[in-house]
């Protein structure tokens, strides 16, 4: 598939020197999106992937429908504060400060098989902080998950040990 085709270059985009790589266009072509899906459905089943857990709010529109896809559950990662129910909670660093992730404390089993699954692995921060609170809970993360992957900045070197699909990738 020829993924680069649907997604979208936005220069000066959220900041002057940033090219954001917008995935709105492969979500809207339905073939497309689902293609993408099954594509990365087939890497997690062959992980073994007993659910999957994703990151707002991106994170929702990949994760949801994979889980969806393989009839596994769905476990949202929230920012601090969002979650109902009682959390756990992760702090990380943002490229200009420090941000919260939270996961429902029951919503994983130990030992359970997660992929964890995302719109883009950048600097690997977001993912990051998912996967700790992922083994907060006692859950095993055999995969990670993206539609992107942006090399230069190196994110899989913060995911050591876990198995990782992107659909594509760029320099």
Known sequence: MDWKSKIRDIPDFPQPGILFRDITPLLGDGPMYRAAIEQLARFAKAQG?????GPEARGYVVG???????GLGFVPVRKKGKLPAETVAVEY????????????KDALLPGQRVVVADDLLATGGTISATVELVRKLGGVVV???FFIELKALQGRKRLQGIAIETLVQYE
């Open 49 to 53: 992937a007993e659910v999957v857990v």
């Open 64 to 70: 949801a429908p994979l889980a969806h896809h393989l």
């Open 93 to 104: 660093d943002l490229e200009y400060g420090k941000d919260t992730l939270e996961i429902h």
């Open 143 to 145: 995969g990670a998950a």
